[in-house]
């Protein structure tokens, strides 16, 4: 610690150059922060995926429905536990498609009992099985639209209108939360007795079944069990894991993971040039001073800890600033909650940002620290004679 008056004074030599070097690493791991968020957004659904639960869907695509008799058929295959329904509905609250989100009808019941993670306190699941208007809605959907329990809400569906031409109303009794961090409460769910009975179009189909098996060991075998109970019928199916499913969903769009890793990996090997740069600049231009620290007794192994220190002082000032920068933008809330199901910083990605943060700073200044270990003192004394 005593040499840290001389590391820091080196650095405020070259006050702007310092400064814009700091300045892009702090952007770099804003963007890192930012990146982290949304991809742990779409891979959130992955990750809390329940291992003992299967999605069952058509064979041909997930926008073809099936029967809702198949229900009581999934039930006598071997190793299914519970068995239960959902169809997307795509509901559009006040005419707007900006206002748009997840939304489906359920059997009530059998819904909380397949996702434990949904928290909804007792009175209301209560009100939600008497009130076959009800729906429950998560709480970030709730503090979207600021709506609270008796709000009546109508809706839109392109996908399913209702008899008469008619809106879709709904009465909220009920606001869920999620029992882990990172569970979606971005979701609308209502009662698929009154959907049914309420549609124009498709009654006695859904969307797909959420299966619950009894030995997550045996979820390929009982995956396969129920396709072959379906199979060489009008309706075949396609029964995987909850997680694959939740995955295949999202890589509709591109494999997420994979852009956001070649996005941040660009940006970090151009701050590592710019930051690398930078401390080989201020060893160049201290040549006859490193020369002089020599010469008063500064060893090899004490020259080459200083640089180090220095690139490692650069990378921490702008690389903590950035991803503290980030943690606070990112806890202010979702800035796109149409796109995002859930928007936030896990703390191994802070983990993963400090790590990066060191491993930059040395990377970026081993080479110059090398050069000033290496530097013998007459020639360092004589290069700017």
């Known amino acids: 610690m005593k040499f840290l008056s001389l590391v820091w004074s080196n650095l405020k030599r070259k006050k702007l150059r310092t400064s814009l070097t700091m300045l892009s690493l702090c952007v770099a791991f804003i963007l890192f922060g930012l990146l982290s968020a949304i991809k742990e957004s779409f891979s959130a659904g992955v990750e809390l995926a329940g291992a003992d639960r299967l999605i069952v869907r058509h064979k041909v695509s997930l926008i073809m429905t099936l029967p809702v008799a198949y229900k009581a058929r999934m039930e006598r295959v071997e190793g299914v536990a519970a068995v239960t329904?959902?169809?997307?509905?795509?509901?559009?609250?006040?005419?707007e498609p900006k206002n748009f989100f997840a939304s489906m009808p359920v059997e009530?019941?059998?819904?909380?009992?397949?996702?434990?993670?949904?928290?909804?306190?007792?009175?209301?699941?209560?009100?939600?099985?008497?009130?076959?208007?009800?729906?429950?809605?998560?709480r970030t959907l709730a503090e979207r639209f600021n709506w609270k329990i008796g709000d009546r809400v109508p809706l839109m569906s392109p996908i399913w209108p209702r008899?008469?031409?008619?809106?879709?109303?709904?009465?909220?009794?009920?606001?869920?939360?999620?029992?882990?961090?990172?569970?979606?409460?971005?979701?609308?769910?209502?009662?698929?007795?009154?959907?049914?009975?309420?549609?124009?179009?498709?009654?006695g189909e859904v969307g797909w079944y959420s299966v619950r098996i009894q030995d997550p060991e045996q979820a390929a075998a009982t995956a396969a069990a129920i396709d072959a109970e379906f199979a060489n019928s009008p309706y075949e199916t396609k029964a995987?894991?909850?997680?694959?499913?939740?995955?295949g969903f999202a890589q509709q769009i591109g494999d997420i993971g994979a852009i956001l890793t070649a996005i941040l990996s660009a940006v970090?090997?151009?701050?590592?040039?710019?930051?690398?740069?930078?401390?080989?600049?201020?060893?160049?231009?201290?040549?006859?001073?490193?020369?002089?620290?020599?010469?008063?007794?500064?060893?090899?192994?004490?020259?080459?800890?200083?640089?180090?220190?220095?690139?490692?002082?650069?990378?921490?000032?702008?690389?903590?600033?950035?991803?503290?920068?980030?943690?606070?933008?990112?806890?202010?809330?979702?800035?796109?909650p149409t796109m995002l199901s859930v928007f936030y910083l896990p703390n191994h990605y802070l983990?993963?940002?400090?790590?990066?943060?060191?491993?930059?700073?040395?990377?970026?200044?081993?080479f110059p620290a090398i050069q000033a270990?290496?530097?013998?003192?007459?020639?360092?004394?004589?290069?700017?004679?």
């Not at 329904?85 to 005419?95: C, E, K, P, R, V």
């Not at 909380?112 to 729906?135: F, H, I, N, S």
């Not at 009465?171 to 124009?200: L, M, P, Q």
């Not at 740069?277 to 020259?303: C, D, P, W, Y």
């Open 373 to 385: 270990m290496r530097l013998q003192i007459a020639v360092a004394l004589r290069r700017n004679a």
């Open 240 to 247: 995987e894991p909850e997680g694959a499913f939740i995955q």
């Open 85 to 95: 329904h959902q169809t997307w509905f795509n509901g559009i609250y006040q005419d």
């Open 268 to 336: 970090f090997f151009t701050i590592l040039l710019v930051t690398g740069n930078t401390m080989a600049q201020a060893v160049r231009e201290r040549t006859e001073e490193i020369g002089v620290l020599k010469s008063m007794g500064f060893t090899n192994e004490l020259v080459l800890a200083l640089v180090l220190a220095e690139s490692c002082l650069i990378a921490a000032v702008g690389g903590l600033s950035g991803l503290g920068l980030a943690w606070l933008f990112i806890s202010a809330g979702n800035p796109a």
């Open 163 to 203: 008899k008469g031409d008619e809106a879709w109303t709904f009465d909220i009794v009920g606001i869920y939360d999620g029992e882990k961090k990172g569970t979606d409460t971005s979701g609308f769910y209502f009662r698929h007795d009154y959907f049914d009975e309420g549609r124009a179009q498709g009654e």
């Open 351 to 366: 983990g993963i940002g400090v790590g990066l943060v060191l491993a930059l700073g040395l990377v970026a200044g081993i």
């Open 108 to 138: 009530p019941e059998p819904f909380l009992a397949m996702y434990p993670e949904y928290v909804l306190p007792a009175e209301q699941k209560e009100a939600w099985l008497k009130t076959r208007t009800g729906v429950i809605v998560g």
